[in-house]
């Protein structure tokens, strides 16, 4: 089983910014992709963004193109979401999420994809106020 814990949220004022962190303590780290996700209040929880095991692949989720960036450190066992110019419909409890992958590339409509990961975190609360 992969620990995950998130941290980094927080409440903010519309334009502002935040870096949300997910730490995994464990050897294998560099083993899985990892992928961030949302759910707002009264709605499903949705894809964010993914990157893959050495970070050469990453994705976004059109809602968060151009403001958020996936970023990760294996050798510290981190992934990291930076996330700026944050608009109230940010406002969302973020997860992270890790499941083995291959190596090198990685499918990334299939990595969106929440049953792919087995692994998640318990969330850290994200509120964008206008």
């Known amino acids: 089983q992969v620990q995950l814990v998130e941290s980094g949220g927080g409440m903010v004022q519309a334009g502002g910014s935040l870096r949300l962190s997910c730490a995994a303590p464990g050897r294998t780290f560099s083993t899985y992709a990892m992928g961030w996700f949302r759910q707002a209040p009264g709605k499903e929880r949705e894809f964010v963004s993914l990157?893959?095991?050495?970070?050469?692949?990453?994705y976004y989720a059109d809602s968060v193109k151009g403001r958020f960036t996936i970023s990760r450190d294996n050798a510290k066992n981190t992934v990291f979401l930076q996330m700026n110019s944050l608009e109230p419909e940010d406002t969302a409890v973020y997860y992270c999420?890790?499941?083995?992958?291959?190596?090198?590339?990685?499918?990334?409509?299939?990595?969106?994809?929440?049953?792919?990961?087995?692994?998640w975190g318990q969330g850290t609360q994200v509120t964008v106020s206008s």
């Open positions: 990157i893959s095991r050495s970070g050469e692949t990453t």
């Open positions: 999420a890790a499941t083995l992958a291959p190596p090198r590339s990685i499918d990334i409509w299939y990595f969106q994809r929440q049953s792919v990961y087995p692994h």
